[in-house]
């Protein structure tokens, strides 16, 4: 038996050097309670003032899958109808209707976000970080992410998210790791060199 000599990875690097966006997955099914339990935890991680705009919509029947993939770019739509789970990212503009529970130590809160150009803003910047939390999440758990952005994302809005205040950003496949490798090689990344500066 050979012993490797190699250290063994971190769990962070487990997380970001093992893990890739998938195309192809295994056949077993990602079940709403292990979804459940993901976001319950990467709730947990910080926003601006704590509103937490992030809303997902998991698109589960047949009719909601095929109505999301008419919406997006031609290579992303066999993409939506394979995935095992493809999850609508979306930022709730409304966010701060919900932070007297979110901020109660600061009365009047909601107050602060009267404007809806700013909210919009706010509410896109800080989901974008919490799905961020997600995807790093879901990946903690043994699951596969393939994050899309190729899509019409105000006909979702029109379509899959209307009548709320949600705005879709990205579109989640979800999914276990297909049994045999898919992934094209791994395309390089900057150094930190190259993309850090001391001030």
Known sequence: ???STEPALSAVEQL????????AW??????????????????????LMNT???????????????????????PNRDRVRSAPLPVVVAADTDFHEHLDTLVPHLPGARD?????ATRARIARDQAWLQAGYLTVGLRAEGLDVGPMSGMDAAAIDADLLAGTSWRS????????????????PRAPRLDFDDAAAVA
């Open 52 to 74: 937490s705009p992030l809303r997902l919509l998991l698109v589960r029947s047949p009719e909601a899958r095929e109505r999301l993939a008419r919406h997006m770019s031609e």
């Open 112 to 116: 602060r976000f009267a404007d809806e």
């Open 1 to 3: 038996m050979t012993i």
């Open 169 to 184: 950003l990205m579109v989640l496949n979800v999914g276990y790791p297909a049994p045999e490798p898919t992934a094209h």
């Open 16 to 23: 970001f050097q093992e893990r890739r966006s998938a195309r």
């Open 26 to 47: 295994s056949a077993e099914p990602v079940d709403d309670d292990l979804v459940r339990h993901v976001y319950d935890t990467v709730r947990w991680g910080p926003t």
